[in-house]
């Protein structure tokens, strides 16, 4: 096939990349690890934690997996906020060779427990904040090996006690849990360095991570993720950064790591991709704390800055943000959600760089198109294709359509996932025999090459960068006995991107909204909860009773 954006790639930008020198995932951070062994990996609350180090605490967890005698393959579950822990546990993990389970740490016990069953996860790794939603999911205690890590775990003994207390009594953002059986953190490494350590074979074909979404469906199912898909992402990044990073790329840089590194965008790009570059990674546990982002910018001079539309936004509300010094800023690069242009153009006047916006999706690990990260403004489209990377614009028989015209944005390369995990048939359905995946979402191509949305899949919702799927919620509010029927859809919201509404037939009056947010909020995670709630007496349908979500949309 033609591929117009190779002739407008930045100087010096391959076409290809060379996977050559690595035989997995792991190969590639441990050589990352021994190269930058007496670099900074990350810093989580001024502590710093060298290359070295990582390495150590993760073959330490390796070892401890391994004493498990779990099956090749394993499924480990990691529920953490941007701590320290959770890349020693994403290394020690793959190097047991078993397979990495992102969770987000805001599910509710039902969300935990399909996630869990779906996945057949042998372990989970939790931070103490999340571990009472593991004391809720039924079942758990016999289908888990739970280990548990408090928010002073490797911070060092007299820090990490005080942290602890504050988080516990002080701030109070552990809530009571009982979990017997369990380990805690500290207790798994320390059994670990006296481990015996078997390394197991690991190839470039082999899975490394199940990333859930809702893939081009709804139904959330697990996007399988080779040792070779990422890799080449890995790879992929590292030449789409380069135009930005070229004149300082022999010194060790720094990254800002605010977006949860349990998301597809950054696990790749913050922290993958962060490892592999032996950059020093500035962990932000809580990136609505906007006040402590800021002190950790001001005391650690931020060189590449990954974020969201919405943090880029309210970041900028902040005077004291507005008030740093971003001379060594090299690259801000956004993904995850639509930038909007007004944003774009306020952070290019405040902090004199661009913001370079991509695309991906938790299916293509995620980046697949990326602007020129050299370009001076924002360009309004998410890119030209990655290096090894196709991108087609097809009509609805799966042709290709010509330059301008809309179509739904297919796939191929590297970085394409294996499948969905145990789904065949839903497999079948998006990855096609020539190797395209089909993502869904509409857009089209320029005559150079330049990728532009046009719309995101039909009917999921984008809330700050996280997807939430409206047959999902629905199905959680037909369980309320009071409700009849109910439909969502995302409406254009300023500061999250879009918000979820819901409209509700009810049995009568005796239904509140107040009622209908407290039964969501008990079963779905917070940014899945709709934010407007509107009560009808019936719903759009098709002549087959189909409720019409697009002539919600268009009242």
Request: proline share 6%.
């Amino acid at each position: 096939m033609q591929q117009p954006w190779i002739a407008n790639y930045p100087e010096g930008m391959p076409a290809h990349i060379d996977m050559g020198s690595y035989t997995s995932l792991v190969d590639l951070l441990d050589q990352a690890s021994k190269k930058h062994a007496e670099r900074v990996a990350f810093v989580s609350f001024n502590v710093s934690m060298t290359y070295r180090a990582l390495d150590a605490h993760a073959l330490s967890f390796a070892r401890w997996l391994q004493s498990l005698s779990l099956p090749p393959g394993a499924r480990v579950a990691l529920m953490m906020p941007n701590v320290a822990a959770y890349m020693v546990a994403v290394l020690g993990t793959l190097r047991a060779g078993h397979v990495v389970v992102n969770v987000n740490p805001m599910f509710t016990p039902r969300e935990l427990q399909l996630q869990l069953e779906d996945s057949g996860a042998s372990v989970i790794v939790v931070f103490e904040s999340f571990a009472h939603t593991i004391e809720q999911v039924r079942g758990c205690e016999a289908l888990l090996h739970r280990v548990v890590v408090a928010p002073g775990d490797m911070l060092g003994v007299i820090k990490g006690s005080l942290i602890n207390v504050v988080a516990r009594h002080l701030k109070k953002i552990v809530p009571p849990w009982c979990l017997p059986g369990s380990y805690r953190w500290p207790e798994v490494l320390r059994r670990g360095r006296s481990l015996p350590w078997r390394a197991p074979e690991i190839t470039l074909q082999d899975l490394a991570v199940l990333q859930y979404t809702g893939g081009t469906t709804g139904q959330p199912k697990g996007a399988m993720l080779t040792h070779g898909n990422l890799v080449a992402n890995v790879l992929q990044v590292q030449e789409v950064a380069m135009p930005a990073l070229r004149s300082v790329i022999n010194h060790p840089l720094t990254m800002l790591t605010a977006l949860p590194l349990y998301h597809v965008f950054a696990m790749t790009v913050c922290g993958l991709y962060g490892m592999h570059a032996g950059m020093k990674s500035l962990l932000v546990i809580n990136p609505r704390d906007r006040q402590a982002l800021i002190r950790i910018w001001r005391r650690y001079p931020v060189n590449i800055f990954p974020g969201v539309n919405t943090l880029f936004n309210a970041l900028m509300q902040e005077p004291a943000f507005c008030q740093l010094d971003f001379s060594s800023l090299r690259l801000s690069f956004g993904g995850g959600m639509a930038l909007q242009s007004g944003v774009a153009e306020q952070w290019e006047t405040l902090t004199g760089q661009a913001l370079i916006e991509g695309y991906g999706l938790s299916e293509t690990s995620p980046v697949v198109a990326a602007n020129p990260t050299n370009a001076k403004t924002f360009s309004g489209s998410v890119g030209l294709p990655v290096p090894d990377t196709d991108i087609a614009i097809l009509d609805a028989q799966g042709a290709g359509v010509a330059s301008g015209e809309h179509g739904e944005i297919a796939i191929r390369g590297p970085q394409v996932m294996q499948g969905y995990w145990q789904a065949p048939r839903d497999t079948a359905e998006v990855l096609r025999a020539d190797g395209f995946f089909l993502t869904g979402d509409i857009g089209w191509m320029d005559a150079r090459g330049f990728v532009y949305i046009v719309d995101r899949k039909k009917d999921m919702i984008l809330v700050s960068g996280f997807n939430v799927y409206p047959s999902e919620v629905e199905a959680v509010v037909m369980m309320h006995p009071a409700v009849i029927e109910c439909a969502v859809i995302g409406v254009a919201d300023a500061h999250a991107g879009e918000r979820v509404k819901l409209y509700v037939v009810r049995k009568d009056d005796s239904l509140t909204e107040d009622i209908v947010l407290d039964w969501c909020r008990q079963h779905l995670a917070r940014y899945k909860c709709p934010r407007i709630i509107t009560f009808c007496d019936e719903l759009p349908k098709s002549h087959v009773g189909k409720i019409l979500r697009r002539a919600l949309r268009d009242v």
